[in-house]
């Protein structure tokens, strides 16, 4: 057995674009893959791959080791948004990296997770009636817009920060309960091909 590759932190996901000069940020990429996931779409890799190189716009294919780590990147976000545990957390900068950074980052990602739900869900889908699901994405559209208004040495910005970054975690979680397809409602054994 090989042993599975971990999942990308932020910094090799940055590294691995930067490398092959794509402008898309790594918070945006994995807000991508984490919508069309929390949108019911299961990819194998290959569909994957393309999804994400007409995403990102680049006219020249991913190379190996951005493949190996955006699909190590989309089992573990499959994982944590299916796990009981709240586990699933938004690829974003952690707190040493200043407020503004942080936000802008969760922007991006947010950007991202919308255009990912936006590919895998028309706008007629009887899905997108359900609950609150429609407040829930309207939610995560205003952050997008929140941009750079704020200021990191101020308490308050901070707490707010952390509330809308605890808010999109959760609005994640709760989006792939109510999209996910019905037969994942059971122990996943099949990722395992």
């Known amino acids: 057995m090989h042993p599975v590759a971990a999942a990308p932190t ?3 996901l940055k590294q691995l674009l930067q490398d092959l000069q794509l402008t ?3 918070s945006e990429v994995h807000g991508f893959v984490t919508g069309l996931l929390a949108a019911g779409v299961r990819l194998n890799k290959q569909q994957l791959i393309k999804v994400l190189e007409a995403h990102t716009e680049t006219d020249q294919a991913f190379d190996d080791a951005l493949i190996a ?3 190590q990147m989309q089992l573990a976000t499959l994982e944590a948004l299916g796990s009981s545990e ?3 957390t ?3 900068p952690e707190d040493e990296f200043t407020l ?3 936000v802008i980052a969760l922007s991006d990602w947010c950007q991202g997770m919308l255009s990912g739900f936006g590919l895998a869900v028309r706008g007629d889908d009887e899905r997108l009636t359900k ?3 429609q407040e829930t994405l309207q939610d995560i559209v205003n952050i997008v817009h929140v941009g750079g208004d704020f200021d990191s040495d101020n308490e308050e910005d901070e707490q707010a920060y952390m509330e809308l970054y605890e808010f999109v975690r959760l609005a ?3 989006l792939f309960e109510e999209m996910s397809p019905m037969e994942e409602h059971r122990p996943q054994h099949e990722q395992l091909h």
């Open 10 to 12: 932020l910094q090799e």
């Open 24 to 26: 898309a940020s790594a």
């Open 69 to 71: 780590s955006l699909w």
């Open 86 to 88: 709240i586990i699933f």
């Open 90 to 92: 938004p690829l974003v």
């Open 100 to 102: 503004t950074e942080r």
């Open 131 to 133: 609950g609150d699901i």
């Open 172 to 174: 994640m979680i709760h």
